[in-house]
């Protein structure tokens, strides 16, 4: 089944992961989808979602939606989970 998803409620809706790429120095983050409905609104687009990159500062970055197949994954990933300090 194809499922667009072009907002952050959709993706998490479906159970999707956000990949964030830095387009500066290329470092990579991913995130649940659902843990960012904290700060944005349901039908805020993926391409609207602001990330900081940590390592060389800059805000320029690329979000993309992906969905693990757990089944057929033996692939081991690291995702950041969000927490109020």
Sequence with gaps: ???NVDTLG??????FFLHVKCTR????????ARDLLV???PDCPLDRI?????????????VM????CRDRSNRKQ???RLVEM
């Design 25 to 32: 120095c290329g470092k990579e983050s991913t995130f649940f």
């Design 78 to 80: 690291l995702v950041w």
């Design 65 to 68: 939606a992906f969905q693990v």
């Design 10 to 15: 959709k993706a998490a809706k479906h159970g």
């Design 50 to 62: 602001n990330f900081k990159c940590e390592r060389c500062d800059t805000k320029n970055t690329e």
């Design 1 to 3: 089944m194809t499922v």
């Design 39 to 41: 700060f944005y609104v």
